[in-house]
């Protein structure tokens, strides 16, 4: 079958560099990584700022979109976490004309920051640029109507703004998003100067003509124009590639949580305020993120330290038809997906109806059904590999007869007693449901409160970056 034409956004077709590479483009682009650690250490400062006429002079500085009338059928909110997808806008209006000229605006890269509830953890997840995928229908920013198809992620953005991106974002991954902020090239470099710089390392000297970075090898703090040069650089740094970048940025942004979490700046509120103040003057966002809201979520999340925040990249591989593209590679990107949206981290087992035995049958010697009970497609087999590796015997997957179950449930017979204790202490929010059935084997039926497997934080099984890791650790 021939593979789908991709529609692309943002230029020409890219020559054959290596995969995931890309070529220059006029005038650069603010790698928008760097702006996820910025919207989220401001949320995790603002509960130190007391004073309502605080708040409300930076909510002033604000501009709000209402976007929720554009989203269409949505999917349903689970547990108690935040999900706020941050979208980069390399827009060369006002006083971004001077970083060269392009027309409207695009989405480099977007992230979905999940917070976890008392702030247990928080998640930056991002989306490669040029990950191919199924986008959905949505109204154009000119009041039209652009039809589902086969594109890079970033289109959605240059069709239909925030709210269409938005839009993309729960088709792909089944989270609900709660909130998106939108941030662009103005204050920037105010930030950066606010925090009295930013910790970067260098494995070699730079020496780049277009961005003007000149810096040897080594521990560097980068101020102003230089911070600048140095997140839009795209030479002499790693292989040139847009996820080594990636990479790179989410170290830059560890470097601003531990600024910001380890550095002084809540004890000083000159510091505190200055910094909120540039970083909110270059942001946009939708009209239900207001005060109350804000405020809100800087309680949640009140004395969480860099060790709890870790930056991770949608697993991918090259795409089929085009070594210059990306795809989700599967099923590690469903799997982190699943556990983003179950908010792991905070899901415990849920007791038991009865005292369960202690587990003394090995997983080798257990056999196992898994029904999919949810509207998330391929669940069931995502979940059937992660029990392979852990040593079951996966005997059938498949779907429940009706959909919408509610509460996950792991079912066995007298004959399979002595097996289900074991599944049962290596899975997240199941409850044990005696039957008759007469066969050894156990039935795995996933609901919507599905949590996953036991063992380790949401990113569990994704490479990433914790925030307060050594930047100079293995930094292309």
């Known amino acids: 079958m021939t593979p789908p034409r991709v529609r692309h956004s943002g230029g020409p077709p890219k020559s054959r560099v290596p995969y995931g590479a890309r070529t220059p483009r006029r005038g650069g682009a603010l790698p928008w990584l760097a702006w996820g650690s910025i919207v989220m250490t401001a949320i995790l400062v603002a509960g130190c700022l007391s004073a309502y006429a605080a708040y409300r002079k930076l909510y002033g500085n604000i501009q709000h979109e209402s976007v929720l ?53 928080a998640v930056g997840m991002s989306f490669p640029r040029d990950s191919v995928v199924q986008l959905p229908s949505c109204k154009t920013t000119k009041g039209g109507t652009v039809a589902a198809h086969t594109g890079m992620i970033n289109e959605a953005f240059s069709e239909g703004g925030p709210a269409c991106s938005w839009k993309t974002v729960e088709s792909l991954t089944g989270i609900r998003i ?139 591989e090259p795409y089929v038809s085009d070594p210059n593209r990306v795809q989700f590679a599967q099923p590690a990107a469903a799997q982190l997906f699943n556990a983003v949206k179950n908010d792991n981290v905070s899901k415990t087992q849920s007791a038991p109806k009865k005292a369960a035995a202690k587990p003394t049958v090995p997983a080798s010697q257990i056999t196992v059904r898994v029904l999919n009970g949810t509207d998330q497609a ?5 979940v059937a590999d992660q029990l392979k590796a852990k040593g079951y ?26 097996a289900y204790p074991t599944l049962l202490n290596a899975v997240k929010t199941i409850t044990p449901k005696a039957t008759k059935s007469s066969s050894a084997r156990l039935d795995l039926v996933i609901g919507k409160d599905w949590g996953g497997m036991k063992g380790g934080d949401v990113a569990q099984n994704v490479d990433g970056v914790q925030a307060n890791a050594n930047i100079c650790k293995n930094n292309d």
């Open 393 to 418: 015997k996966v005997v059938k997957v498949g779907n429940t007869p009706t959909p919408n179950v509610t509460k996950s449930q792991l079912r066995y017979g007298p004959a399979g007693a002595k």
């Open 69 to 121: 009338g554009k989203l269409g059928k949505r999917p349903p909110k689970v547990g108690h976490a935040t999900n706020i997808l941050v979208l980069g806008s390399d827009s060369r209006a006002g006083k971004d004309a001077k970083y060269g000229k392009a027309e409207g605006e695009r989405s480099d890269t977007l992230i979905v920051l999940h917070l976890s509830p008392d702030g247990k953890q």
């Open 178 to 316: 709660d909130h998106f902020v939108k941030v662009d090239f103005s204050g920037f470099k105010g930030i950066v100067d606010a925090l009295g710089g930013v910790e970067i390392c260098l494995p070699t000297a730079v020496h780049d003509r277009d961005s003007k970075l000149n810096l040897s090898a080594g521990r560097h703090i980068v101020k102003g124009e230089q911070a600048l040069a140095y997140v839009r650089n795209r030479h002499g740094l790693g292989d040139g590639s847009d996820l080594s970048r990636i990479k790179r940025q989410q170290l830059f942004m560890s470097s601003i949580v531990k600024k910001v979490t380890d550095g002084g700046l809540l004890s000083s509120p000159t510091k505190l305020y200055a910094f909120l103040d540039a970083g909110t003057k270059s942001v946009t966002t939708d009209d239900g993120l207001d005060i109350s809201e804000m405020k809100k979520l800087a309680s949640s999340v009140e004395g969480m330290s860099a060790g709890k925040v870790k930056f991770v990249t949608v697993p991918n």
């Open 378 to 382: 391929g669940l069931a087999g995502t």
